[in-house]
């Protein structure tokens, strides 16, 4: 049974990070640094979530609560605060890094991170709790459908708003930072309040479904704005003479499709080198003083790679 769980946990995950990574069709992210957030989700977040949760669970004991009270609170308070703050923790310190661009990035290595602890979590429960075998297979379609999306998605909800107020300044980054996180806690909040108790669960996975759907939504409208950046961007350059008209053309729209697929090497090389351009000059447009300088260096080092990939 610990093999069939350790499967039962890791494949799903897995695969939903797969999926992910490849729905980033514009710019896929370095697979090993999204594993790395994976990795961070499955072992650092969840050793300093248990060890958080453990720490305020013990000042209630101390406190005399009544331990009904205290699973109560530990599960719809303490969890979904430590979880959703331990797993951005390594966000804050990676966001920073050249390949978060926008917010697909953000949802891609959020997600990442969120379906990492989903992975341990439900490994977890299976072990813990799955005594027999109808119990087991019910925790692992409810756990790898519904439980582990979510910290999926309250944590990819972070890492959106964090990669949007990468290139903002001031009391409007930490404003959206803050937001972000407080998003991630409360809808983590609200899922293990409406599934502690059996008269509201059916809410609960009601809930669910719909938020899975809308964080669909919100991917499939990301990328739809990667493209009209890409786009209008691209064609800025058409009108420099960087690059020649037709070329506008290799981006095919904003279906969940590569555009590259088909191309030799140095082609996606070329790709990449436009993909990166175009998002560079939108960056520069908003970003704050201290990021021009960088950003505009980026831009002409684009435009020569550009340049030798013509010639």
Not at 110 to 129: D, S
Not at 167 to 184: C, N, P, R, V
Not at 287 to 311: D, P
Request: proline fraction near 2%; include cysteine.
């Amino acid at each position: 049974m610990l093999l069939m769980s350790f499967l039962a946990a890791f494949i799903p995950m897995i695969s939903y990070m797969v999926l992910l990574w490849y729905l980033d069709k514009y710019e896929k992210e370095p697979l090993l640094l999204v594993i790395y957030h994976f990795l961070w989700g499955a072992a650092g977040a969840i050793i300093f979530s248990v060890i958080g949760v453990a720490f305020l669970q013990a000042i209630l004991v101390i406190l005399n609560v009544n331990q009904a009270v205290t699973e109560f609170i530990s599960t719809v308070i303490f969890a979904p605060f430590v979880e959703e703050l331990t797993k951005a923790a390594f966000l804050i310190f990676t966001f920073r890094n050249k390949h978060f661009d926008n917010i697909t990035d953000g949802l891609v290595y959020g997600g990442a991170v969120g379906l990492g602890f989903g992975m341990t979590e439900n490994f977890m429960y299976f072990v813990g709790f799955g005594t027999t075998l109808e119990l087991w297979i019910q925790l692992v379609v409810i756990r790898s459908i519904f439980s582990a999306v979510l910290h999926c998605i309250a944590t990819a909800t972070f890492g959106a708003f964090l990669t949007s107020a990468k290139f903002q300044s001031g009391w409007k980054k930490s404003s959206t930072i803050i937001i972000g996180l407080f998003l991630a806690v409360f809808v983590h909040f609200l899922w293990n309040l409406l599934v502690s108790n059996s008269y509201t669960s059916f809410i609960g996975f009601f809930m669910m479904v719909i938020i899975i759907a809308s964080f669909f939504a919100v991917f499939k409208y990301s990328l739809k704005k990667e493209f009209e950046i890409i786009r209008n961007e691209l064609n800025e350059e058409v009108q420099f003479g960087i690059i020649p008209q037709a070329h506008i053309s290799l981006f095919k729209g904003n279906k969940f499709s590569s555009p590259v697929i088909g191309i030799n090497s140095p082609e996606k090389k070329y790709i990449k080198n436009l993909v990166k351009l175009a998002f560079r000059k939108s960056q520069y447009k908003s970003c704050s003083a201290k990021q021009k300088a960088f950003l505009e260096e980026e831009i002409m080092r684009y435009r020569k790679l550009i340049s030798e990939n013509l010639s």
